[in-house]
């Protein structure tokens, strides 16, 4: 059974940098789609940035030139780089793997990411989420 499991969040200053961590067990990074999906207090689930078994990227456009998502194969984690962020970057952390990984966007089921996580369950293993904080 597949499970994964987030580290890193914590609190910094408009500006600075935070690295989260997802390490997967049961599976390999490079057999399945890993990433981020976050949730802000009150607005809907977003799916921030994915990597796929082969090593492509997306990254939401909010996100594109601050964020970096990389694999590494051997320790079996996915990582996170964030930088220059942005008090609007506050937000529990959800790290997911699936087959393929699927936006909430405009979906009715995605107005939290509690509610899109129940929705996919079937289809994607989520984390246990961690909480960014980025404060002006």
């Known amino acids: 059974e597949v499970q994964v499991a987030e580290s890193g969040g914590g609190s910094v200053q408009a500006g600075g940098s935070l690295r989260l961590s997802c390490t997967i067990s049961g599976g390999t990074v490079d057999e399945v789609d890993m990433g981020w999906y976050r949730q802000v207090p009150g607005k809907p689930c977003v799916l921030v940035s994915t990597i796929s078994s082969d090593g492509r990227a997306y990254y939401v456009d909010t996100v594109k030139g601050r964020f970096t998502i990389s694999q590494d194969n051997a320790k079996k984690m996915v990582h996170l780089q964030m930088n220059l962020l942005k008090p609007e970057d506050t937000a ?26 129940s929705y996919v369950r079937n289809l994607e293993v989520w984390g246990q989420g961690t909480m960014v904080t980025v404060s002006s």
């Open 92 to 117: 529990v952390y959800y790290c997911a793997a699936a087959d393929s990984l699927h936006s909430p966007q405009g979906d009715r089921h995605g107005s939290t990411c509690l509610n899109w996580n």
